[in-house]
């Protein structure tokens, strides 16, 4: 605050005490209600002046004030006034203070206002443009997103049907400068995906994203603390920035945006409601053509374009764009079930067997599966389609599950014929039998483990007898080891008599229905 100017009687009593009472500043002060800086600077100012009491009581007002403070300004004589409309514009810049641009000030006009003054003016003209400057936006630091209320339509070119989309809106704090997309809905991807757009729109990252609180967005809406949604958290770590949702109820906090979805509705879709368009690039073509119209616009308050602004202030700030992409990606919750597999979609994906019963979130992009066991990832898979189906990592499963996992229908034959060729016949016939050959694996295993009581010989003429009768199953090859049928000469074909047929009085026959 600039100190208060004395009247010409205080003065002349300061200097009074002072030189012929010889009375310390303290005193000065309390005896004049004054503080002490204000009696140690005039007492500097008339030192300076070379002036003395006997001096002092010769001049008149005028000519002391002058000797104190300079020549007064003639009248009518102004000093240049500071461009308030660059200072605010040049205050968004990261580091940029009112002491600097009032340094600048002075550089250019030496006798302009001090800086008191100086400070002064610029708070008044900011006052009277309060309503469209409620809040100092720094260049690069945030970005403002909604969905515009009015919607625009595509229209289906067979059946005329109309299909009502969205209107995405993203503007910068500092240079205004805005983005503009249709896309079908509201959901996370295309909510993130419009982000994305947007971030490549403009060609860098900004500290902060503010958004509104939408489902898409927060998960949980709070005014002090929101929750943010998992993806979308996921994304602000991926670019390196922020997310500030706005609080509910309080629509200063995205003025920015609002005034942002009122100008996009006015000069984007206002001018297509008298066009059609059947598809979503050719409408997003069109408001493209138009927000670059819509950039290019002077304003009249600023003398500038959004995109004079844009390159001035916010394109210099703005941090890199990550090298990759943001590869979207949804969560879920799952609990592992006993076999030790999540279902997705209707697929079974493998974890290690231990986290059998536990809770696990679970990563789906749209190529791969990845498995979190509080926080720590522990299983990753290519995503399959296939529903009902299994992908299961030999290193997730139990030692004895591997074992068994180990073994293919070549395998078993292959074993089977160090048997005897009827042994590897019966073992192609269950594994053939089977809609999927590994349902025959445990079979073919107990059959084979037979040699090893048995002998392979005995096992041999079982697998024989098994494959004249029709039998596919280790119960009967064990069966007919136990009972010795082993030992038996087998049936010659055709020796084997057959019943006769039935007749009775209450079956109907074969030409019953003809």
Not at 469 to 483: F, Q, T
């Amino acid at each position: 605050m600039a100190t208060e100017r004395l009247s010409m009687r205080q003065i002349r009593e300061i200097l009074r005490q002072k030189w012929t009472l010889t009375r310390s500043h303290r005193q000065v002060a309390a005896s004049l209600a004054v503080s002490l800086g204000t009696v140690t600077g005039v007492l500097r100012r008339a030192t300076h002046a070379g002036l003395e009491w006997p001096h002092v009581q010769t001049l008149t007002d005028d000519a002391l004030e002058t000797r104190l403070y300079g020549a007064p300004a003639t009248p009518g004589a102004t000093r240049p006034l500071p461009d308030c409309a660059y200072l605010h514009t040049e205050r968004r810049k990261p580091g940029v203070t009112l002491e600097l641009l009032h340094l600048e000030y002075l550089e250019q006009h030496p006798t302009g206002y001090r800086y008191t003054r100086f400070c002064d003016l610029y708070r008044r003209w900011l006052a009277r443009h309060r309503l469209t400057m409620r809040q100092d936006h720094r260049a690069g630091e945030k970005v403002f997103v909604d969905y515009a209320g009015q919607k625009p339509i595509l229209v289906d070119p067979t059946t005329g049907a109309v299909t009502v989309v969205e209107l995405f809106v993203g503007v910068l704090g500092a240079s205004n400068y805005t983005y503009a997309e249709a896309t079908r809905t509201q959901q996370v991807p295309d909510w993130l995906g419009s982000h994305q757009r947007l971030l490549a729109f403009i060609g860098g990252v900004p500290s902060a994203i503010v958004p509104d609180q939408l489902k898409t967005g927060a998960s949980v809406p709070c005014r002090y603390e929101p929750g943010l949604q998992r993806t979308y958290e996921e994304f602000a770590q991926h670019y390196g920035t922020t997310i500030l949702p706005a609080r509910p109820g309080k629509p200063r906090d995205k003025a920015k945006i609002e005034v942002a979805v009122q100008i996009a509705e006015r000069w984007i879709l206002a001018r297509l409601r008298h066009e059609r368009f059947f598809t979503m690039a050719a409408l997003n073509a069109r408001i493209a053509e138009l927000l670059a119209e819509l950039n290019s616009r002077r304003m009249r308050r600023y003398h500038a374009s959004r995109q004079e602004l844009f390159e001035r202030l916010d394109r210099p700030a703005l941090r890199p764009l990550p090298p990759e992409p943001f590869v979207y990606g949804e969560w879920k919750t799952a609990r592992v079930n006993i076999d030790y597999h999540v279902e997705l979609d209707g697929h079974y994906y493998s974890v290690p067997h231990a986290l059998v019963h536990e809770r696990v979130d679970v990563r789906s992009t749209a190529m791969t599966v990845e498995i979190f066991h509080r926080g720590q990832r522990v299983a990753g898979h290519i995503r399959s389609l296939a529903r009902g189906q299994h992908t299961t990592l030999p290193a997730h499963m139990p030692k004895a599950h591997q074992q068994h996992r180990e073994w293919s229908p070549s395998r078993l034959i292959a074993w089977a014929e160090t048997v005897g060729p009827q042994t590897a016949a019966l073992v192609e016939a269950i594994l053939a039998n089977r809609p999927h050959p590994e349902q025959g694996y445990r079979s073919c295993l107990g059959i084979l483990r037979l040699a090893r009581r048995d002998g392979a010989s005995r096992l041999e003429a079982a697998c024989t007898r098994a494959l004249a009768v029709g039998a596919r199953s280790y119960r009967h090859v064990d069966a007919i080891l136990k009972h010795g049928l082993d030992r038996c000469p087998l049936p010659e074909a055709g020796s084997v008599p057959t019943a006769p047929p039935v007749v009775h009085d209450q079956l109907r026959g074969p030409t019953y229905y003809q």
